[in-house]
DNA sequence: ATCATTTGTTTCTTATAGGAAACTTTTCCA
DNA sequence: TGGAAAAGTTTCCTATAAGAAACAAATGAT
């Protein structure tokens, strides 16, 4: 952390006109690069990254992409702006059994931690009725990134280019739940697995 | 997901130097805007809308962020472009007890699914020792959101700016990792919890 | 079909972003 | 200390973003 933020810990602060311009320095700071030499990484001027860290204009979208890239920022701060969301300074508990249910055909979610709307994780907990293989339906498909944990049962877990996952407790994956995807219980109960979305 | 494929779902393209009208005009016909009405939302002229829509300008990022906010876009998306990060239809697998191990003297973290060295979300297993409530230290803080999710034993989870939390296996909790938080083991044995840390 | 209205695109103009170079400040070594 | 080199800022100029208004295309009503 660096000169400009106030307190040592400080949560990214909405409504600054300034927000943008100090999230780069901090970064580039933190890489301990000059203006010239994080410039050159992200392939602009050194005048202009001076500009952009000092509020002195407003840079392009173009421009703040090549930073981020160069500078690993992590983007979604970068717009943080009117009010800190909901979550801030904020926690959720969901006891056991105690989440919203939502059921379908082949699986029963229950909804963790949803007092909390702005969260941009979403977990819950799925129930996977054991039946037979044959009765696997179609992929699952949706933009971005999943994290799946058995919690107990055993079952298989299908995604596209790869092959059959046999899954049992404690076992975990993580991947990008914009390739199909799906499983199905292949133990003599239910399975129940946790599963952590992002996007 | 490779280049080649076009599937209907297909996956942000990278390198594709219309990303951004694309992901724009998808956003806005999602709301089932009007130009007119978008660039109302957003603060902008319909015609610079248009322009970026048709990727015939460089908006400021300025512009960009305003539009996501009136057309609720998610962020990171905006920035994929060159060549799609190592998570892109990928998965990764850790069968239990398969983790990446990391020892400190109070917990004993197991990370899980470490080959995606792009993704976002870090899951990690962390077994806490059973101990006395005394000897709880200091505030771990860090930015970003964190889930977590009780596997086994009993434990007593703190948060700042709220009273102790005791939790058992099956109880999760959602919450702005930007405050203080920690835990400790109040069972007889080790507590087992699973934490899925964004940011 | 015809005309009116609404939606999207293309000028056209002005304000400003972005880079080169001049200038200032800081660093650090003799 | 002083003086050179490096880091950062400001100035200046050109390319272009952004909005207004003119234009074109699509939609709808009679």
Same mark, same amino acid.
């Given at each position: 952390?660096?000169? *400009?933020?106030? &307190? %040592?810990?400080?949560? $990214?602060? $909405? ?23 994080? /410039? ?6 050194? &005048? ?8 002195? #204009?407003?840079?392009? !979208? ?5 930073? @981020?890239? $160069?500078?690993?920022?992590? =983007?979604?701060?970068?717009? *943080? ?11 959720? *508990? @969901?006891?056991?059994?105690? /989440?919203?249910?939502?059921? #379908?055909? @082949?699986? +029963? ?7 909390? =709307? +702005? ?7 799925? #129930? ?7 009765? !696997? %339906? ?10 799946? !944990? ?6 298989? !877990?299908? =995604? ?11 076992? &975990?994956?993580?991947?990008?739940? /914009?390739? /199909?995807?799906?499983?199905? +219980?292949?133990? %003599?109960?239910? $399975?129940? *697995? ?6």
């Amino acid at each position: 952390m660096d000169p *400009v933020s106030q &307190s %040592e810990d400080e949560i $990214a602060d $909405a409504s600054d006109p300034d927000h943008l311009g100090k999230m780069i320095r901090e970064a580039r700071l933190r890489k301990g690069w000059t203006l010239e030499e994080a /410039g050159k990484a992200a392939g602009i001027g050194r &005048s202009t990254l001076s500009k952009i860290e000092n509020s002195q #204009t407003r840079p392009s !979208f173009d421009i703040v992409r090549r930073l @981020t890239k $160069a500078l690993e920022l992590k =983007t979604p701060q970068l717009f *943080v702006q009117s009010g800190p969301s909901d979550i801030s300074g904020r926690r959720d *508990v @969901t006891f056991a059994g105690g /989440g919203e249910m939502q059921e #379908t055909p @082949t699986y +029963s979610h229950e909804l963790l931690c949803t007092e909390l =709307t +702005s969260k941009r994780m979403f977990p819950y907990i799925s #129930t996977i009725k054991a039946r037979d293989v044959s009765e !696997f %339906e179609s992929w699952i498909r949706h933009r971005g990134e999943e994290f799946m !944990f058995v919690i107990s049962g055993e079952l298989t !877990f299908f =995604t596209e280019h790869y092959r059959p996952l046999p899954m049992k407790a404690g076992d &975990s994956v993580y991947y990008d739940s /914009g390739m /199909g995807h799906g499983c199905i +219980s292949t133990g %003599e109960e239910d $399975a129940k *697995v946790l599963w952590v979305s992002l996007e």
